[in-house]
């Protein structure tokens, strides 16, 4: 095995998320970057589901693309024929194989289970398409009955047989035997298998059945899918390359912008400690590990953030070091001795004691004050009124001061952030020219009186970039000073800090 | 092997999470948390790295619990003196032992980290403390020179030797193979280990030690820990335990009260999709899961989610099926006939199709003009306006209409949310007394006119209780919707729905 086949099913079983809707143009925008991204089939859908999934598989089987497209359906007259009517390269089919959803789900027995594997599998063959067969629920099925009925699928013109671990319930010992057998038992055919994570197995028990030699696995971009979600793509083409020099088409610098965008279109957010997509998966903050990684990325880095298209961070806190600072420092421009540098650090401990996160602002401010730079702002929220209610236009007055003159502008937005922000890029017009990148707001929980964390990425006419993060009980207060201090992180870019 | 001890290290490596900070009440809750959970040794903190962490430690020394408290140290005489001083019971050392982290960070020879990890095992030893000893970067250092050092450290008197999984590198074949190794050349000592997720296979890696002789694993609360975080301790617990039958002190049901208040002190957002304790984790909405589950839970779940102390939810989308919409309209009191089902699912499926998710209040208001039921809400806001500011107190003024009768009030609060929320409990006070038992917005991400997802959880005196979400740009509106939404299915509850 030196090469394993991804068949991406983020339309899928990604989609069947809950809570997710995609539109049909978010799946073609999505189908066409896991294209991109060097996926070798694309589950466009599940075209019985509703209107929109047909037509969404439809219009990506048109698309031309250089991954196959499949197209899921139970082994059911109406299923079938309407996957064979979307056009698609593959059908996928599927049935139960397991006692408990042969009971309880399908009130089939086993003779009719597979009657309806042969049959179905026969008539979608005989139409000239690629045929995958899952037996659902695999894992927990009688092995006998299972490899019986991977026997009937394959004599019937499977092309593929899926071992599908439908409730993440296996084990990396389980999979790597079953694979053993179906592949000893059913030569000639392609194995694949699609696990779920729900006990945090799923990458583990991917890359097991591969090693035991399947030819393809299923997986979505960011993991998602039902409960715990399905396996990472990401993680398991990563892995398979890095440990064991296990090749698949994933074409790895993607990696990040693709996670990206299916969290974008979906509305999963990533979490922050996911691996190699999450926000902190090369971000560091403590001083032992800045150091070492200032001194050589790979002493605290399994691999380089460029690899998939990203980047390290560093963040100052109370685990921070001097090396790390220091490093931070002299990113913002600012000049310090040793002296000060350890005050500095001592200053960013004590305020990550309090229980608070040290953002860019903070540390800014600690080194000016210490290094005794000028720490004024450039600009400055003199007053501020924002308004929103029932038949009320969400309305925001502000005064902003600027080099001792004073800005005032007023704009109605679709909520009040949106009129607060509106209403300080328009006060800063004739000074700069002012374009929010991002807006985002951490998830809030608790109270209505939560803490809620606000970053911006803000850029002027001449492609400066500053970020920003602001945490206060008031979302709009602090919309707004996330804004004013990337604003201010701005100025000092411009070169601007010596008028 | 039938029992693994845990080191949860939620309060040292969990900590170093880049941007968390607990203060050291914080900390002591968590600490007594754990010790209800079961771990058997509670990592503390690191006292070096912040007066405040010191502090921390102290206390929860202090505490007698019955959980072992540990504080880190690495191999010098600060830190050593500090761990000592703040009483623990067992002191957890460490210093690298690979080629990259001993040329790159700490500057030294091998024979002079041999020394220092005598010297200062033997220095903590003679002092009467449990010594752990922790080989950073164990995966990556060359082979001999790792047995070679745990040896010197089980010589100087470690009791424990931990095989670190520093940048997540291992496979579980690598570490199985390392565990069996230091068992064998080094019998009667305990062997842990600590494993990292960048790859995804910390819950592989941990598990493989285990089943090959290792006695205790570290890891953190939700995963979380520096980069893509440490190994979940509820993931190991739950899955050695179901797939291995092998013990830990791990009490399952108190693991979600556990995580969510880890989530909360920390605020490190546990995504959706996270094995066991992610929301989705016991979530279904696509119709044949639905169907599944009603018939019997364990078709797509591979265990009850009562065992972690949770509970399985629904949700209508355009996946569901008539067997998952007809539960949930029956849940809400709806009475209705087969066809009026069908005309419901389809309507539920087009609203999906749009790309929107279908919240509770949507099946509700579908299902009410489709069955001709009333779909009159109880409580509406028949005017509001919601002011903030610099230097002005949020406010907000509310009438409300109930049954034909006015109720006007207004009130200040932290933020314009706080406010309107806190106006609307006090317009209703002569009705119903209303608790606002959780509030929480989705992570936005986009612009600032990106879309925000409230969700309320009320309560009445009654010990009635309700859910609801509302989507909308903005956000002090969605914060009402969705409460005014919560109090309708409250009145619902209440056995008003046909004053």
């Not at 374009?435 to 929980?445: D, F, G, K, N």
Request: glycine share 8%; proline share 2%.
């Amino acid at each position: 095995m030196t090469r394993a086949y991804v068949l991406d099913t983020t339309l899928r079983d990604g989609e069947q998320t809950p809570g997710v809707s995609l539109t049909s143009d978010e799946k073609v925008e999505i189908a066409r970057k896991l294209n991109e991204l060097g996926v070798d089939v694309i589950e466009a859908g599940f075209p019985i589901a509703s209107e929109g999934d047909y037509q969404a598989v439809k219009r990506i089987a048109s698309m031309n693309l250089d991954s196959k497209v499949a197209a899921l359906a139970r082994t059911s007259k109406k299923d079938v024929e309407l996957a064979v009517s979307a056009g698609v390269d593959r059908v996928h089919l599927f049935i139960a194989t397991s006692d408990i959803h042969m009971k309880y789900k399908l009130n089939m027995t086993r003779d009719e289970v597979l009657k309806s594997i042969s049959e179905w599998i026969t008539y979608v063959k005989d139409r000239g398409f690629e045929v995958e067969f899952s037996a659902e629920d695999s894992t927990r099925s009688d092995r006998a009955f299972l490899i019986q009925a991977f026997k009937v699928a394959a004599n019937s013109g499977a092309k593929m047989l899926d071992i599908a671990d439908t409730v993440g319930c296996a084990s990396p010992q389980l999979m790597a035997d079953l694979v053993s057998q179906v592949k000893r038992e059913i030569p000639g055919v392609g194995v694949s298998v699609h696990c779920h994570n729900d006990f945090g197995l799923a990458t583990a028990n991917t890359i097991s059945a591969i090693l035991a030699g399947a030819d393809q696995f299923h997986g979505t971009i960011n993991g998602i899918g039902e409960r715990a979600g399905n396996v990472s793509i990401e993680e398991v083409a990563v892995a398979l390359k890095t440990l064991y020099n296990v090749e698949t088409g994933i074409r790895f610098e993607k990696i990040y912008e693709t996670s990206k965008l299916v969290e974008k279109l979906t509305g999963v957010q990533v979490s922050k400690n996911k691996p190699l997509v999450g926000d902190n998966a090369f971000g560091h903050e403590s001083g032992i590990h800045t150091h070492g990684i200032l001194s050589n990325p790979l002493t605290y880095e399994p691999i380089s953030p460029e690899m998939i298209g990203r980047k390290r961070w560093f963040m100052a806190g109370k685990h921070a070091g001097s090396h790390g600072i220091a490093a931070m420092l002299k990113d913002m421009g600012i000049q310090f001795d040793d002296v000060q540098l350890k005050e500095i650090v001592n200053q960013v401990k004590a305020l990550g004691d309090k229980g608070k996160q040290v953002t860019d602002a903070d540390l800014y401010a600690i080194a000016s004050s210490v290094t005794g730079s000028s720490s004024k702002k450039f600009v400055n929220v003199e007053g501020m009124v924002s308004v929103t209610g029932v038949n009320v236009m969400p309305t925001t007055s502000i005064r902003l001061s600027y080099n001792e003159r004073l800005f005032e502008s007023s704009s109605t937005g679709i909520g009040p952030v949106d009129a607060s922000l509106r209403a300080i890029q328009k006060a800063l017009e004739g000074t700069m020219t002012l374009y929010l990148r991002e807006y985002s707001i951490q998830a809030v929980t608790g109270g209505s009186d939560s803490l809620a964390q606000v970053s911006v990425k803000v850029e002027d006419e001449a492609g400066h970039v500053a970020s920003s993060t602001f945490t206060g009980p008031d979302i709009v207060m602090a919309s707004v000073e996330a804004m004013i201090d990337g604003i201010n992180k701005l100025f000092l870019k411009r070169g601007n800090a010596k008028q």
